[in-house]
């Protein structure tokens, strides 16, 4: 099964620049310093969009649903622009009511 709707699928700026990409944020630091590894930076966010819209095209397991909506999980290969490569695992939700996924999260699959 794909992520329903994956077209459309929402990533805000500030959630890749601001909280993935930020050396500075108290939790996305950690999770930056992973994505820095493959070349990621917080001026060039773009990239990692892009490389997150290029999971969506893999298989997706379903995770929970709450009154707020259904998560789900995409995991697949990251390269970045340096290269390297890891696994990855993108983290959506699809509020209730709603049929656009919404991007939550990333982080290296374990």
């Known amino acids: ?3 329903p709707n994956a077209d459309t ?8 620049r601001d909280y993935l990409l930020s050396s500075e ?3 996305g630091r950690y ?3 992973f994505f820095r590894s493959l070349g990621y930076r917080d001026v060039d ?6 490389g997150i819209r290029e999971l969506l095209s893999g298989e997706v397991d379903e995770l929970e649903a709450t009154d707020y ?8 290969n990251l390269t970045g622009p340096n290269g390297r490569s890891a696994a990855v695992v993108s983290v959506w939700i699809i ?11 990333a982080y290296p699959e374990e």
């Open 1 to 3: 099964m794909k992520l």
């Open 9 to 16: 699928a929402i990533i805000p700026a500030e959630k890749l």
């Open 25 to 27: 944020h108290l939790i």
């Open 31 to 33: 999770k930056a310093a």
């Open 45 to 50: 966010w773009e990239a990692l969009e892009a």
């Open 69 to 76: 909506g259904k998560k789900y999980a995409v995991t697949g």
């Open 95 to 105: 509020l209730a009511g709603e049929d656009t996924p919404r991007f939550i999260t």
